[in-house]
């Protein structure tokens, strides 16, 4: 880690000779909070395997738990410091941008911004999170016939509503309440149009040759579009509307092993069997859209509506196999998270002086509509699939005071009910919490 700050705090010492020559900015924001959260469930209990590895269940076709295992969390963190208050972590961030003129309308650009734990100096053994990670970085070329870049970037689907959430980067963040799910994604290769009468079209494709979002993908894939998004946006005036689709890959995100036919594990849709389920039988598709009227007369009203289907990186599916009473074996998996989902969310905001009250409604639709398990018996799990699929309702209110351009200060309140928090095999059920923060811009 001292290593990690080093190297940071020298590639932020060579900004200042390096703006005469390509103008470059050195820029930031500082986000930090006093959490305070309730959460029920926040461990799941642990899953009772045999002697192999392999999920144990009753006659019945239910999943054995170890008797007291699960744990709730009541208590606080700074800034999300401590994994177990809910909500998206606060995103502090520093980076250095630029451009270079090369003549005849055409720019040179770069980016390379750093995300900081301000909480936690040293890697977070609990999350498994480093004080230092790397956010949106690349380089470009830009002119009157749009951008062009290169590295890592927010897909366009992300883009398309990043206006629309009015409490982003705090506890009641649409990804950590609702469950929206946005991508940063390496590798990848985007191009934003100009704006023409407000429209503005961005698009994106990830080459697979490594890994979106930190999972690993398939060596045998050869398509430079194995994931792509695409987003259309209009803005007028206050008005603001978006539309975005976005496919990631299953061979991206997800490898797969064959072993040999007797051996435990298992069974994949084409009848090999593999020690690992950490498998996609297909792409995860989502395709999202935005509303807004943004500062109208102090008035600000959003609205967003998610469609996805397939299982996102690390929802895997784990392996299972059990001897029923009659002696045939079963083998099969259970969902870490859901097939398909459908998802909401309402915010509106009122802003007077240099005070403003927001709140917020949304709502998910989760549901696993296909069947989990690969059977090769009389026992069937097929009732696992109600038990995995769980509805969740969302809101929260804040009021944000602001200092200056540049620093604000809120306070909010937002509360999770979940209906997954009746089944043991999912963590993090109903949750409420309170966060007193403050954000600097620079």
């Known amino acids: ?19 005469a020559m390509a103008e470059a900015t050195l820029y930031g924001k500082l ?12 461990i799941a209990p642990a899953v009772m395997t045999d002697e192999f590895g392999n999920v144990m269940v009753d006659s019945a076709g239910r999943v054995l738990f170890v008797p007291d295992s699960g744990q709730d969390f009541t208590g606080w963190g700074v800034s999300r410091g401590n994994s177990y208050i809910p909500g998206a972590p606060r995103s502090s ?3 250095v941008k630029g451009s270079e003129d090369l003549g005849g309308g055409l720019k040179a650009i770069y980016q390379v911004e750093f995300g900081v734990n301000l909480s936690d100096t040293n890697d977070n053994v609990v999350n498994n999170a480093d004080a230092i990670t790397m956010r949106n970085s690349f380089v470009g070329l830009a002119g009157n016939w749009g951008t062009f870049l290169v590295g890592r970037h927010d897909t366009p689907l992300k883009i398309s509503t990043g206006k629309l959430d009015l409490f982003s980067d705090t506890m009641a963040d649409y990804n950590g309440t609702v469950g929206f799910h946005d991508v940063r994604a390496d590798n990848a290769i985007a191009y934003i149009s ?5 429209f503005q079209l961005a698009a994106a494709l990830v080459a697979p040759g490594g890994a979106t979002a930190g999972f690993g993908e398939s060596t045998e894939t050869d398509s430079i579009a194995e994931a792509y998004s695409i987003a259309g946006i209009y803005k007028n005036g206050p008005f603001y509307a978006s539309i975005a689709y976005e496919s990631l890959g299953a061979d991206h995100f997800m490898t797969q092993g064959t072993v040999d036919a007797g051996s435990a594990g298992c069974v994949l849709p084409n009848g090999d069997p593999t020690l690992s389920c950490s498998y996609v039988d297909d792409d995860w598709t989502k395709w999202r859209a935005g509303l807004g009227l943004l500062d109208w007369n102090g008035f600000t009203l959003t609205a967003i509506y998610e469609d996805w289907d397939g299982f996102p990186p690390g929802q895997t599916r784990r392996a299972f196999s059990t001897v029923n009473p009659d002696g045939d074996i079963s083998v099969g998996t259970i969902s870490n998270g859901f097939e398909s989902q459908k998802l909401w969310q309402v915010q509106a905001a009122y802003a007077f002086g240099n005070n403003s009250i927001k709140a917020m409604y949304g709502a998910a639709d989760r549901d696993n509509e296909r ?28 009021f944000d005071h602001t ?7 809120y306070v909010l309140y937002t509360s999770v009910d979940d209906d997954r928090k009746d089944n043991p095999v999912q963590a993090e ?4 919490g ?3 923060g403050m954000i600097h811009n620079f």
């Open 434 to 436: 309170f966060s007193l």
């Open 1 to 19: 880690m001292k290593k990690k700050l080093i190297n940071l705090a020298v590639a932020t010492a060579l900004v200042a000779p390096a703006a």
């Open 194 to 198: 100009p704006s023409f009468s407000g």
């Open 371 to 398: 069947a989990l398990s690969a059977s090769r018996d009389t026992l069937s799990i097929n009732n696992l699939r109600q038990d995995l699929s769980g509805d969740k309702s969302t809101w929260a209110i804040g």
């Open 93 to 95: 961030r520093i980076g």
């Open 403 to 409: 200092f200056s351009k540049r620093t604000k200060a």
């Open 31 to 42: 986000h930090v909070s006093i959490d305070y959260a309730d959460v029920t469930n926040a």
């Open 429 to 432: 059920g109903d949750w409420d």
